[in-house]
């Protein structure tokens, strides 16, 4: 699979689960994995997933504008950077916000999430 067709698999993948089902991210991360979401740094897959699911918000849907990819280094990873717009449950303006995904193959030929970084965008 080419690396746009994968990275865009990811993105619908990632999104529609956050959107449906937080915890259900769990397993896209490993316990080396960090995410950096508003300057906070948080590693491994129990801490992160612990992060998402305690935002002080229950019902959200993101609208992807753009993926951008490109392949990291010998070992297979993959840069991903989404921007896009978040829309939280009784509000009326959207959020505009960006993320960084590095991901890195496992062994039984998928990818996991090893870099995250997410920051909202204010004008």
Do not use: W
Request: with cysteine.
């Amino acid at each position: 699979m080419d690396p746009d067709t994968l990275s865009k698999a990811f993105v619908d993948h990632y999104y529609s689960t956050f959107d449906t089902n937080r915890s259900g991210l769990a397993n896209l991360y490993q316990e080396s994995s960090m995410l950096t979401f508003e300057g906070q740094k948080i590693q491994g897959s129990q801490n992160i997933v612990n992060k998402l699911t305690s935002l002080p918000f229950q019902q959200c849907k993101h609208s992807i504008t753009t993926v951008d990819c490109q392949p990291s280094g010998p070992a297979g990873g993959m840069l991903v950077f989404v921007s896009g717009t978040l829309q939280l449950a009784g509000e009326q303006h959207a959020l505009k916000f960006s993320q960084m995904f590095h991901l890195m193959p496992t062994p039984q030929g998928s990818f996991y999430v090893y870099n995250d970084i997410f920051r909202l965008n204010y004008a």
